[in-house]
């Protein structure tokens, strides 16, 4: 590095210097994401009401094991997981293999128009959904009109459609924003191999599973890494379309770990412990999906 | 076969584009409608904007919410990309082998999600209210700190000063400029594009940020937007011309910002992954 080029004084001030740079930073982070990980973990194992709360032992463990309501937050969040995050990932990467054409006309529209509903915010476009999807929102309407359906489905208000409207809403929302990191990455492919496989007479289907997605894998991890993470933490989508309902068919961990801290009696000790069962979920998960992806080099 | 193969390409760009347009149309035009037209699927513009614009800042406090806000948004983007790009400069210009143990584990605050620290975060600021009202719950400051400094921000200005030509660094100190002198006179303006994508990022998700300001923000006179869209939206009664029209005029701000600065945006996504 040129730190080594120079003399030991220089390095010395230098060290000081760079560690003044990163210094508030490294505080902000540390006071508020590490310092509050520590806290929920000793909050993890303290019971009781609002302030008033004492250290119990394993308790809050030994409930979350036989909370039902939990499990069932767990199953819905997975449901939207194992469903949705595929169809988005395999819609993102399709919509990008058919923009990356350069002979494609209106691709800077079509590219906007897919990438546009990223600029909403996730508490509007939640409310726009909610009533588009309900019972006599225009989704229903339409679909009447075009004899798809001859009853209204009850989008909102059904436990398996509820599920699908939230899946939907999802898909619409964050589809573009992948699609964005795959055109990037597939511009930075060299077209001579495409050209080659061509001349080679691989079909496109055959380019598509090998070369393009091998040379996609890392942009591919990153963002099943990142969806994965997003999809485990839903929360604004799922209270403003469907409130976590019918019963709980919805519900998300976020949000149950919000009715146990903000809108039941607070307890925060149990909240704590429901929070730290996602964190164990998501490092579980990333570790999973780099173990897939390096497999497979 | 080529032919067809064009055909698909073009209707399933089409249909994507469509599905991912309908809801702001519908949005746009429903503003413009009265409520009982929204429910009957009225999909043309009407004249009932003024009466729905009168009706929104009759029934609710839309200009606090609005300049709340842009208080937030605009002083979160502004110190969060100062400190993040003084972080990522420093990292990788004063480069060491502690530095980087620092670094990754700043990265593996990515790893944690908010749900994880609503509630001790909560509690941090409750337990400073009484103290100093001015950080405590209920404050604009309380809603700002956590979401000021990430590891990502950090990790895109990291990532952009490996672009930034050393010589540079190294003709500033020649001229005997101060190490935060070069920072402020020759990093600054070079990675002017950089900053822009920065803070368009932080921007939008300040000015979207809906879980913490949830919990934060109590009174009536410090709600933000999303916070006011969605108690519109739980009502039983909805008026849905008023509430399609206050949405319009939560997403404009974002939506300006994107397409004035769609080049920067999409480079600045790009540049994060690179």
């Known amino acids: 590095m040129k730190a080594d080029r120079q003399g030991m004084s220089i390095r010395v001030k230098n060290a000081f210097t760079g560690w003044s740079f990163i210094l508030i930073a490294v505080l902000m982070i540390a006071a508020f994401y590490f310092y509050p990980m520590i806290q929920a973990l000793i909050l993890s194992f303290k019971t009781g009401r609002g302030a008033n709360l004492s250290f119990t032992g394993w308790s809050n463990y030994e409930r979350l094991l036989t909370d039902k309501t939990f499990f069932t937050a767990l199953k819905n969040t997975f449901i939207y997981l194992i469903i949705q995050v595929p169809i988005m990932i395999i819609l993102a990467l399709f919509i990008s293999v058919l923009l990356n054409d350069s002979k494609l006309k209106f691709r800077g529209f079509f590219r906007t ?9 996730l508490v509007a476009y939640s409310v726009v959904f909610k009533y588009l999807f309900g019972t006599n929102g225009l989704i229903n309407t339409m679909l009447m009109k075009l004899s798809i359906i001859g009853t209204p489905i009850e989008w909102i208000t059904d436990p398996f459609w509820a599920k699908i409207t939230i899946i939907i809403a999802i898909t619409w929302r964050w589809t573009g924003y992948n699609m964005i990191f795959y055109l990037s990455a597939l511009q930075n492919i ?3 191999i495409y050209e080659a496989a061509r001349i080679d007479g691989a079909s496109s289907f055959k380019q598509f599973f090998k070369i393009t997605i091998p040379m996609l894998k ?10 994965t993470i997003g999809t485990l933490q839903l929360f604004d989508e799922v209270l403003n379309i469907t409130k976590g309902g019918p019963g709980n068919a919805t519900l998300s961990i ?8 903000f809108k039941y009696t607070a307890d925060f000790g149990y909240a704590a412990t429901v929070s730290y069962s996602i964190v164990l979920i998501i490092v579980a998960l990333s570790l999973i999906q780099f173990r897939v992806a390096g497999d497979r080099k | 076969m080529k032919k067809a193969k064009r055909i698909f390409t073009y209707g399933f760009l089409g249909v994507a584009s469509f599905i991912s347009i309908f809801p702001f149309l519908w949005m746009v035009v429903s503003a413009t409608n009265k409520s009982v037209e929204v429910t009957k699927g009225r999909l043309l513009p009407g004249t009932y904007l003024i009466q729905n614009f009168k009706h929104l800042l009759e029934s609710t406090d839309l200009g606090t919410a609005l300049s709340n806000s842009a208080k937030i948004s605009v002083i979160t983007t502004v110190l969060a990309i100062l400190i993040a790009s003084l972080a990522g400069y420093g990292f990788e210009i ?8 620092v670094f990754n584990i700043l990265l593996l605050s990515m790893m944690i999600p908010f749900a994880a620290l609503m509630v001790p975060l909560y509690r941090m600021f409750a337990n400073v209210s009484d103290a100093a009202p001015f950080f405590g719950i209920d404050s604009k400051v309380a809603v700002m700190l956590p979401t000021i400094t990430t590891a990502f921000l950090i990790f895109f200005f990291r990532q952009s000063s490996k672009m930034f030509p050393k010589d540079m660094v190294e003709a500033g100190r020649i001229d005997g400029l101060s190490e935060f002198g070069i920072f402020v006179k020759i990093f600054m303006p070079t990675m002017k594009t950089t900053y822009a994508a920065a803070a368009i990022i932080t921007f939008m998700s300040s000015w979207n940020n809906y879980l913490w300001p949830l919990i934060v923000l109590q009174s009536p006179e410090q709600k933000t937007i999303p916070l006011l869209i969605s108690n519109l939206g739980s009502g039983y009664a909805p008026d849905y011309g008023l509430i399609m029209l206050a949405i319009v005029i939560a997403t404009l701000p974002t939506a300006l910002v994107f397409f004035l600065m769609q080049k920067h945006f999409v ?5 994060s992954v690179k």
């Open chain 1, 218 to 227: 890392p942009i591919i991890l990153f963002t099943s890494i990142t969806s």
């Open chain 1, 113 to 121: 128009a897919i990438f546009l509903p990223c600029v909403t915010s």
């Open chain 2, 267 to 271: 480079a600045g996504m790009m540049g």
């Open chain 1, 190 to 192: 060299d077209n001579s």
């Open chain 2, 94 to 101: 004063f480069r060491s082998k502690a530095k980087d143990v």
């Open chain 1, 254 to 261: 976020s949000q149950y770990i919000y009715n146990l801290s």
